[in-house]
C-alpha cells in the first residue's frame, strides 16, 4: 500500500479527525510560506521583525507603511484552492472535528468550513482590533480611512470622554503576543479526543500549536502529515504524504463515505 492509500484507509476508518493547517495550504492561492524555500522570512529575514508586536506598537513609521502597503495590496484577494475546498469535503463526510488553521488569510472561511469548527489560532488579517479597547471589525473600515488620507489610523469608539485613540492593527497574533487561551484549550482539547490527526502544509515547529501533534499521538489517534517537505514531526506520524497539497488532499478525501 503506498503513502497515499495508506492515509486514505485511516481517514476511511477515523469518525473523528481533527486538522492543522499551516501556510503551505494556502501557497496554490498564491499565498507565499514563512519559512519554506521560498519563504517570506526566509528571503527576507527582516520582514519578520515587521510581524513582532513590539515593533508594531512602538514604531509609527512602520505602522505608517504597513497600513499604506495593505491600501496598496487590498484588491489582491487570494482565493481558496482544491486544498481548501478538499477540507470542506472531508467536512461533509461528517469526520471533521476542529479545523485549527496557523493561516491568517480567512481561507477556511471562504471555502465553506464551518465558522463554528474553524480556530484560528493566529487571528485573523481580515480584522482589525484596538490594542485599548479591544474594538473589533472588519479590516476595511480602517482601509477605507487610510485610502482617505488618515495614515495612522487609530480608535475612534467612543469611550465616555471622547475617541479612544488606541492603536489599530490587524486582528492578527504577532511575536510577542499571547495566544488565545480559549483558542489554544479547543485545540488542545480537539488533539486528545480525535481518532486521526491531519497536519497539513505546516513544519510543525512552532509551539505551542505544534504540541497538537504529540497530544494526538499521545492519546491514541493516527497522525497523517501532507506536506511539501520533511516536518519536526515525521517520526511520529503513521504516514507521511509528500506531495502538492492542491493535488494530494482531493485525491485523500475524494469519495470518503459519510459517517
Known amino acids: 500500500m503506498d503513502d497515499l492509500a495508506e492515509a486514505r484507509a485511516l481517514l476511511e476508518g477515523a469518525r473523528s479527525v481533527c486538522v492543522l493547517s499551516g501556510a503551505g495550504i494556502s501557497t496554490a492561492s498564491g499565498i507565499p510560506d514563512f519559512r519554506g524555500p521560498e519563504g517570506i522570512w526566509t528571503k527576507d529575514p527582516a520582514a519578520e521583525m515587521l510581524s513582532t508586536y513590539d515593533v508594531w506598537v512602538g514604531d509609527e513609521g512602520v505602522r505608517r507603511r504597513a497600513w499604506r502597503r495593505r491600501v496598496e495590496t487590498r484588491e489582491e484577494r487570494p482565493v481558496p484552492n482544491d486544498g481548501h475546498r478538499a477540507l470542506v469535503t472531508l467536512e461533509r463526510s461528517g469526520r471533521l472535528d476542529t479545523l485549527v488553521t496557523q493561516n491568517i488569510d480567512g481561507l477556511h472561511h471562504v471555502a465553506g468550513n464551518d465558522p463554528a469548527r474553524i480556530v484560528e489560532i493566529h487571528g485573523s488579517s481580515r480584522d482589525a482590533v484596538c490594542l485599548r479597547c479591544g474594538d473589533r471589525a472588519p479590516i476595511a473600515t480602517v482601509l477605507d480611512r487610510v485610502a482617505s488620507g488618515d495614515e495612522v489610523p487609530v480608535c475612534l469608539v467612543a469611550d465616555g470622554e471622547g475617541p479612544c485613540g488606541g492603536i489599530l492593527k490587524s486582528a492578527t497574533i504577532s ?6 487561551a480559549g483558542d489554544l484549550g479547543r485545540a488542545e482539547a480537539a488533539a486528545a479526543r480525535c ?11 512552532v509551539w505551542p500549536i505544534a504540541g497538537m501533534v504529540p497530544t494526538a499521538h499521545a492519546k491514541g489517534a493516527s497522525v497523517v502529515i501532507v506536506n511539501g517537505g520533511p516536518t519536526a514531526m515525521d517520526d511520529v506520524a503513521a504516514v507521511v504524504v509528500r506531495g502538492p497539497i492542491e493535488a494530494v488532499l482531493p485525491a485523500l478525501v475524494a469519495d470518503l463515505s459519510k459517517v
Open 175 to 180: 511575536f510577542g503576543q499571547s495566544l488565545v
Open 195 to 205: 481518532d486521526v490527526l491531519l497536519a497539513v502544509g505546516s513544519t510543525l515547529s
